[in-house]
Nanobody
């Protein structure tokens, strides 16, 4: 059982920065596809950014140029550097870990970390 654990959320003013971390204790971390998702009240959970084992990344259009996802396989951890935060980035941010080729629904979810951006 893989249990991702997120950290780094908090309250920040608009224009500020936060860095989220997600650790996943699995021997096969280096091959896992890792992603950050977010959900705000009344909205569906949405992809923020994802990174595959080879390091390729993809981002939601709303965060391109502001957020950066990265991974450290030795530490079995991914990061989400969030800059130029906006109030609309306020949400619970979740980490997902899944084997390549599997759908997100077959992945493992963390408990989430709250990010609140004040205007």
């Amino acid at each position: 059982q893989v249990q991702p654990v997120e950290s780094g959320g908090g309250l920040v003013q608009a224009g500020g920065s936060l860095r989220l971390s997600c650790s996943a204790s699995t021997t096969f971390f280096s091959i896992y596809t890792m992603g950050w998702y977010r959900q705000s009240p009344g909205k569906q959970r949405e992809l923020v950014a994802a990174i595959i084992s080879g390091g390729s990344t993809n981002y939601a259009d709303s965060v391109k140029g502001r957020f950066t996802i990265s991974r450290d396989n030795a530490k079995k951890t991914i990061y989400l550097q969030m800059n130029s935060l906006k109030p609309e980035d306020t949400a619970v941010y979740y980490c997902n870990a899944r084997r390549p080729g599997l759908p997100i629904s077959d992945g493992y979810w963390g408990q989430g970390t709250q990010v609140t951006v004040s205007s």
